[in-house]
């Protein structure tokens, strides 16, 4: 997808998406309840993609979210695509003492502005995920800002900024 924006142009944006407490699911309830809680997570990512974007589990707890955009708006769109996927991966997982509040946190890193090619796109991804989970989880984190945001609890338009 990078040498295709990098020929027509358009600008490609990477999530680097992180479960927030995933561990303590599969401590608590065992790796099968983990497992489902995967595989809702997989279902809430494919239900926010367009047909010529990606979404894969890189491993663990991790996924990645890849999609392409005119490069004007293409900043604005990973921050909403972000801002979409905390919201949806806000999950509750019900446990015998209560339940366990799972989050994610995102890193949203953007080629060309960002990153000269794949592997500087994959490695500020990860890098600006890893930031966020510094900065208290449950966030996106973009390149532009380098500071950790949270989401908000009301929209605003036409794109939520978040404390």
């Known amino acids: 997808m990078?040498?295709?924006?990098?020929?027509?142009?358009?600008?490609?944006?990477?999530?680097?998406?992180?479960?927030d407490?995933?561990?303590?699911?599969?401590?608590?309830?065992?790796?099968?309840?983990?497992?489902?809680?995967?595989?809702?997570v997989a279902s809430q990512?494919?239900?926010?993609?367009?047909s010529a974007d990606f979404?894969?589990?890189?491993?663990?707890?991790?996924?990645?979210?890849?999609?392409?955009?005119?490069?004007?708006?293409?900043?604005?769109?990973?921050v909403r695509v972000a801002e979409r996927i905390l919201e949806r991966l806000r999950i509750k997982v019900p446990t015998p003492n209560g339940a366990i509040?799972?989050?994610?946190?995102?890193?949203v890193a953007?080629?060309?502005?960002?990153?000269?090619?794949?592997?500087?796109?994959?490695?500020?991804?990860d890098r600006?995920?890893?930031i966020g989970k510094k900065s208290g989880r449950n966030r996106l984190v973009t390149a532009r800002e380098m500071a950790p945001r949270q989401p908000s609890s009301r929209p605003r338009h036409p794109i939520r900024k978040t404390a």
């Open 110 to 125: 953007m080629y060309p502005a960002e990153a000269a090619d794949s592997e500087a796109l994959i490695a500020l991804a």
């Open 55 to 78: 979404v894969a589990r890189l491993g663990g707890d991790e996924f990645a979210f890849l999609f392409s955009a005119d490069t004007e708006l293409a900043q604005q769109k990973a």
């Open 21 to 40: 407490r995933f561990k303590e699911v599969n401590d608590t309830l065992g790796h099968e309840a983990g497992d489902a809680l995967l595989q809702r």
């Open 2 to 19: 990078v040498a295709r924006c990098g020929a027509t142009g358009e600008a490609a944006g990477l999530l680097f998406i992180d479960l």
């Open 101 to 107: 509040q799972v989050g994610c946190t995102v890193g």
């Open 45 to 50: 990512l494919r239900s926010i993609l367009r």
């Open 128 to 130: 600006l995920m890893y």
